[in-house]
């Protein structure tokens, strides 16, 4: 029912910055809280970033004050800015949405992001 689209990853050298961005398409759907979730290899997911609707936002002690979450409710669209990357944010980034009434949660496919030294 609901499609999550990312965009935005890439290789980038240390210090540098990416913007990430994850679009929810489909019909008769409403989309709550987004998130940014990682996954470098032989580690676990975690979650990065989220935001509600009506903007309250959070993010995991290592990306504080580098990254920001956004959200475009219009187009259901959450945005990553990255900056000041570090090799350590090397992972596959996923998009997250949950529905908005519900108990559902949507998963996008997954953009690289890599960062070299």
């Known amino acids: 029912q609901v499609q999550l689209v990312e965009s935005g990853g890439g290789l980038v050298q240390a210090g540098g910055s990416l913007r990430l961005s994850c679009a929810a398409s489909g019909s008769g759907f409403s989309i709550g809280t987004m998130g940014w979730h990682r996954q470098a290899p032989g580690k676990q997911r975690e979650l990065v970033a989220a935001?509600?609707?009506?903007?309250?936002?959070n993010y995991v002690d290592s990306v504080k004050g580098r990254f920001t979450i956004s959200r475009d409710n219009a187009k259901n669209t959450v945005y990553l800015e990255m900056n000041s990357l570090k090799v350590e944010d090397t992972a596959v980034y996923y998009c997250?949405?949950?529905?908005?009434?519900?108990?559902?949660?949507?998963w996008g496919q997954g953009t690289q992001v890599t960062v070299s030294s």
């Open positions: 935001i509600t609707s009506g903007g309250s936002a």
């Open positions: 997250n949405a949950k529905s908005g009434g519900g108990f559902l949660n949507y």
